[in-house]
């Protein structure tokens, strides 16, 4: 499965932000991430963001919602751009966990589900035949700059072994702490999307960072 890499805007200056797009244009998804305050302890951007993004690039944009009962606001963010829609098994009960999956895909949407590092990978059996991505974080959600988890290694070779057996063409992607020496282990576990933030746009040539994490 082709490798991609996807820089998270958090770590982009907000007040240049089509510029900072600009200069990751080599990497093969945007990861956008949008917290509320009340799932995760932090707050970023929302529908407005997106949309404006979506008239400033052709990138694809990997939403990924760490908000409180995701079903609520899924149409939204599919309408205002998102290519993918990734939101939290724990963000909500399992019967509203369908509902968006089923309110994404209506919009002709990819759809993704996200597990915390302290959520076991068991609980994604039920929706994983539905999804087009798995998204395993490798820190606690909610502040970018975080060390990479190498205990979440595990997981994700869990997942990618079920993947294989029920949804081969479901991609794997990891979140938190990647960078040219964590994107080989993350790699070899069975992940092939790495979002990178700090890692890349931390670096003043983006383009240089994205091959090094593409390359390891």
């Known amino acids: 499965m082709k490798t991609r890499i996807a820089p998270s805007i958090l770590s982009a200056d907000f007040a ?5 797009v600009a200069t990751v244009a080599e990497a093969d998804w945007l990861h956008v991430d949008v917290m509320d305050g009340l799932f995760v302890p932090n707050i970023s951007i929302g529908i407005p963001v997106v949309a404006s993004l979506r008239k400033s690039t052709s990138m694809f944009l ?5 908000i409180d009962r995701p079903q609520r606001y899924v149409r939204e963010f599919c309408r205002a751009g998102a290519d993918l829609v990734v939101f939290h098994v724990e963000a909500a009960q399992p019967q509203d966990i369908f509902e968006a999956i089923s309110i994404v895909k209506s919009e002709g949407k990819r759809v993704g589900l996200s597990v915390k590092p ?17 998204l395993v974080m490798t820190v606690e959600p909610g502040f970018g700059g975080q060390s990479f988890m190498a205990d979440m290694l595990p997981k994700i070779s869990e997942l990618r072994s079920v993947l294989d ?3 081969p063409g479901c991609e794997l992607e990891v979140d938190g702490g990647i960078d040219p ?8 576990a069975g992940a092939n999307v790495l979002v990178a933030g700090s890692a890349v746009f931390g670096k003043s040539d983006r383009a240089a960072a994205i091959r090094a994490i593409r390359n390891s």
Do not use: F, I, Q
Request: glycine share 2%.
């Open 181 to 188: 020496n964590t994107a080989p282990l993350v790699k070899k």
């Open 62 to 66: 990997d939403v990924h919602l760490m």
């Open 118 to 134: 302290k959520t076991p990978a068991s609980v994604l059996a039920p929706y994983l035949g539905m999804l087009d991505l798995v």
């Open 16 to 20: 240049r932000l089509a510029d900072e």
């Open 165 to 167: 057996k029920v949804n």
